[in-house]
């Protein structure tokens, strides 16, 4: 039986705030290099888009590898209930309720699935954040100098 570490909420967070601080950049980025006009922080629209790009930024990363770069910084990653690779479906789906929903989403998750470590769209799509390890690659070992 293989053993599965659930990842803790607060490592997510983290790993959820670097995405959104580096979608928010490219996004501001791009807008400046194509001379967009200014949309202001809070406005509807402004939300809109930046969800549009960070649920199509978590599928692409989730369904490709399990990983976006937020969770590669701080070892975690999406997975099937099992510890399996997901589908772009799954991610999808698991990448809505966060892009979209997230505060009902992670309140729903944590009063009607106490202690489960699931978002609401984490148990729809069959999915689960686990924490990896980081280890060499099987016939490589790294050998750290002492400072």
């Not at 989730?62 to 070892?75: D, F, P, R, T, V």
């Not at 772009?88 to 309720?97: D, K, M, Q, T, V």
Request: glycine share 10%; hydrophobic share 45%.
């Amino acid at each position: 039986m293989e053993t599965i570490y659930l990842a803790k909420w607060e490592t997510r967070f983290w790993a959820w705030l670097i995405d959104i601080l580096l979608v928010g950049a490219l996004h501001s980025g791009i807008a400046n290099l194509l001379s967009l006009p200014k949309v202001d922080l809070i406005s509807l629209e402004d939300f809109g888009i930046r969800s549009v790009l960070m649920f199509a930024y978590w599928t692409f990363f989730e369904g490709y590898n399990g990983q976006s770069i937020g969770k590669m910084a701080l070892n975690l990653k999406v997975t099937g209930r099992k510890g399996g690779k997901i589908d772009l479906p799954a991610a999808a789906l698991e990448s809505f309720g966060k892009a979209f929903l997230l505060p009902l989403d992670c309140l729903i998750g944590w009063l009607a699935m106490s202690g489960s470590k699931l978002r609401l769209f984490n148990r729809i799509s069959g999915t689960i954040v686990i924490k990896t390890k980081y280890e060499e690659p099987e016939g490589v070992t790294y050998v750290k100098e002492k400072e």
